[in-house]
């Protein structure tokens, strides 16, 4: 079907410019031993990076969507799952994930930030560059929160609910050989988005177990640069 394959397209150009957004500056700051990045610069890494981890996430939703489809209503699949809602899914997608994104650099826009910061990271993340602000930042945390409950809590329980539905349907299968075909269908989406949400829930419950961000920054590595580069191999050895 060519519809995993658009899918599969989307999430690999994500995840190329995912891992570029962050690894590429890292690279010059080594090669040049200079770790400063100007206030536009920062701004524009963190952009880039809210719109392709958001962009991350959403595509995972929509393949565990077409899963669900294809396992739970085979013979409709062709109808349901058609080329033009794909592509309307994928657009959507990148439409919500640039607005959010947009939203969040306009609001660290209006903090006051004093001279020659520091930041305990080696990407200019949200967070981060809220809490080096020097202005009242209680309207950014609360847009953040609720961005990250709402655009992160939302697409993990419609994966939740698509998985729930897949096992039920292939608990209802009777022969062990289409148990394992129904499986081994959705096995590449769930190893991808296990890896993905393991380690970004990881990386926030170490951070607040420890309070170091230099301990935060080092598991950030796993979900910006490890888990992007395993995503192609995952479903290089299930094609």
């Not at 891992?19 to 880039?48: A, D, E």
């Not at 170091?212 to 290089?236: E, K």
Request: proline letters at 3%; glycine letters at 6%.
């Amino acid at each position: 079907s060519i519809n995993p394959c658009i899918f599969c397209c989307n999430l690999s150009l994500v995840d190329i410019c995912f891992t570029s957004t962050t690894i590429s500056k890292m690279l010059v700051n080594i090669k040049t031993q200079s770790k400063v990045i100007t206030y536009g610069g920062c701004i524009t890494q963190m952009y880039f990076f809210l719109l392709f981890a958001g962009l991350d996430d959403f595509l995972l939703t929509v393949m565990a969507y077409d899963r669900f489809v294809a396992i739970c209503h085979p013979l409709h699949y062709t109808i349901i799952m058609n080329p033009r809602l794909c592509v309307l899914l994928v657009f959507v997608s990148w439409i919500i994930s640039a607005l959010y994104s947009l939203l969040q650099s306009l609001m660290v826009l209006r903090l006051s930030f004093c001279t020659d910061l520091e930041i305990p990271h080696f990407i200019c993340e949200l967070h981060e560059m809220i809490q080096l602000a020097c202005s009242d930042t209680f309207l950014n945390n609360m847009v953040m929160y609720f961005g990250v409950g709402l655009l992160g809590g939302g697409p993990l329980a419609g994966i939740l609910y698509s998985y729930s539905k897949i096992v039920s349907s292939i608990c209802g299968i009777s022969s062990a050989q289409g148990k394992y075909k129904a499986f081994s269908t959705c096995a590449s989406h769930l190893s991808v988005v296990s890896l993905f949400y393991c380690t970004s829930l990881g990386v926030y419950l170490s951070s607040a177990a420890t309070h170091s961000s230099h301990s935060s920054a080092i598991a950030s590595v796993m979900y910006t640069v490890v888990t992007p580069m395993l995503n192609p191999v995952i479903y290089r050895m299930k094609t």
